[in-house]
């Protein structure tokens, strides 16, 4: 008896240490095949974005990363591993401990907070913890944004020249310190420079001006202001132009000056939807417009769209004033047929009043203004004897501010809805010439699991099957063991 307890207790021992060994040896094959992890996350949140492959594929120069204080598994040098693999220029190296590289310490003022240091022959850039970590303070919750800080910290660093964008300030604009912050932001993210510009004050307009954006301006301009303006699109300026409506009986004529460049007018009043497929939490005032296809809005034509909020419409001159005008327009966005334009703000009725006007309205064109070189301006290195001037202009400025919007018990900001924010920057990608800025940029709000199909049954089956498994197989054993009996 105490022979056949022995012969079984050293079987399961024997069993126990198979598993070990199996499952030991399992891990260690795993990790010298270094298999890439699944990313479960609903935004993929660990895998490197179809917009980072383009933007850092082409890149000429070597990079060299060095990671601070972090070890060989962790998910920044999984991601910088896929960096390498689209790139053979990138390279990565860890320092566990940056005593023993006194060298690095002192020519980039290492910290205990840096974790990663991008160098190229000529340039440098650090990135610390709190460069790759965002803070949302309307879900307080921690967002990583380490991929958007690596790609453009790669792309900064190799790029001869970034974008100049300008915002107008002098009268009452939304600005880059207050209601855009999160635009800036994401157009700084973007790889841009941007700045504020009163031209009061610089009584001109720098000639490193790649783009400016005027919002919503609350006070007409000066004169000289519109003069300064109106050179700009003659020498080939580029403007984006958000309007919220106006809803007082104030006139602008200098405003009005530069946008009769374009023979574009913002007319006073508010759109209201009718259709319910058009619009948000059942509000009227809370647009989804179709979005036209064009190379600046295909990415957001095809998943989403944007979502305007109080906005007003757009009106054109005549088609033979604009061809005398030399513009060609190109409509954005626009309502469903059976909108309203209410021109009587005080009046809050859902449906339609007798001074309402139904039909399909334009919220946003872009306007392409063609202009003949003068003998003065033509150079013997150009054999073109026309430049243009181009100019997106949009019917509201709330939908890619700081507002906040509340959906039931929370609360977001305007530009956080749909692709409202991807649409603007994706506008002056267009403006500045930046082709490989025009995608849908990674949502890096929320973590949720979204499996492939694949994956899915992979992960349940090592969840669900290997246990189930194991004990069917003890069942079977069991049994086996007591018809020996």
């Known amino acids: 008896m105490l022979k056949k307890?022995?012969?079984?207790?050293t079987k399961t021992i024997l069993l126990v240490l198979i598993l070990i060994a199996c499952f030991v040896g399992i891990n260690?094959?795993?990790d010298k095949i270094d298999l890439p992890d699944i990313d479960v996350t609903q935004n993929k949140l660990y895998t490197l974005t179809e917009e980072s492959k383009q933007k850092v594929k082409d890149i000429s120069e070597e990079i060299h990363v060095y990671f601070i204080g972090i070890v060989e598994d962790a998910p920044i040098v999984d991601l910088m591993k896929q960096y390498i693999d689209v790139n053979d220029k990138f390279s990565y190296e860890i320092i566990e401990?940056?005593?023993?590289?006194?060298?690095?310490?002192?020519?980039?003022?290492v910290d205990n907070n840096t974790i990663m240091i991008l160098k190229t022959n000529t340039r440098s850039q650090v990135l610390s913890y709190d460069d790759l970590y965002t803070y949302d303070y309307t879900s307080y919750e921690q967002i990583d944004i380490s991929e958007q800080k690596i790609t453009n910290a790669m792309v900064n660093l190799t790029l001869e020249n970034k974008p100049m964008i300008y915002f107008l300030t002098g009268h009452n604009e939304y600005s880059?310190?207050?209601?855009?912050?999160?635009?800036s932001e994401g157009i700084s993210n973007d790889v841009n420079s941007l700045s504020s510009l009163d031209l009061l004050v610089t009584q001109k307009i720098p000639e490193d001006a790649s783009a400016i954006v005027i919002g919503s301006p609350a006070k007409d301009f000066q004169a000289s202001e519109s003069d300064l303006l109106i050179e700009y699109i003659k020498n080939g300026g580029k403007i984006l132009w958000l309007s919220d409506p106006d809803f007082s009986d104030t006139s602008f004529p200098n405003i009005q000056r530069v946008l009769d460049e374009f023979g574009v007018?913002?007319?006073n009043g508010v759109v209201i939807e009718q259709d319910t497929s058009k619009m948000v939490l059942q509000t009227g005032n809370f647009i989804l417009p179709d979005v036209e296809y064009t190379d600046a809005t295909k990415n957001i034509a095809t998943d989403g769209g944007v979502m305007l909020i109080n906005s007003g419409k757009i009106s054109l001159e005549e088609s033979d004033k604009l061809e005398e005008l030399g513009v060609e327009a190109q409509s954005i966005l626009t309502t469903s047929s059976n909108a309203l334009f209410r021109t009587d703000t005080s009046n809050q009725s859902n449906g339609k009043v007798d001074s309402d006007i139904e039909g399909s309205f334009t919220l946003a064109y872009k306007l392409t203004k063609t202009i003949p070189i003068s003998d003065a301006e033509a150079t013997s290195d150009t054999n073109a004897d026309t430049k243009t001037s181009e100019m997106y202009v949009i019917a509201d400025n709330i939908f890619v501010s700081d507002a906040q919007v509340q959906v039931q018990n929370n609360y977001s900001c305007s530009i956080d809805?749909?692709?409202n924010k991807d649409f603007v920057l994706n506008l002056l990608a267009d403006l500045t010439q930046r082709p490989d800025s025009i995608t849908i940029r990674k949502d890096t709000g929320v973590v949720t699991y979204t499996a492939t199909l694949q994956q899915d049954i992979i992960i349940?089956?090592?969840i669900f099957g290997i246990p189930i498994l194991i004990i069917v197989l003890g069942i079977v054993i069991w049994q086996i063991r007591r018809r020996k009996k």
């Open 5 to 9: 307890i022995f012969c079984n207790t």
């Open 28 to 30: 260690l094959l795993m």
């Open 97 to 109: 401990d940056i005593t023993t590289r006194p060298e690095l310490s002192s020519e980039y003022n």
């Open 176 to 183: 880059l310190e207050n209601e855009l912050t999160r635009l």
């Open 265 to 267: 007018t913002f007319d």
């Open 417 to 419: 809805f749909y692709n």
């Open 460 to 462: 349940k089956i090592i």
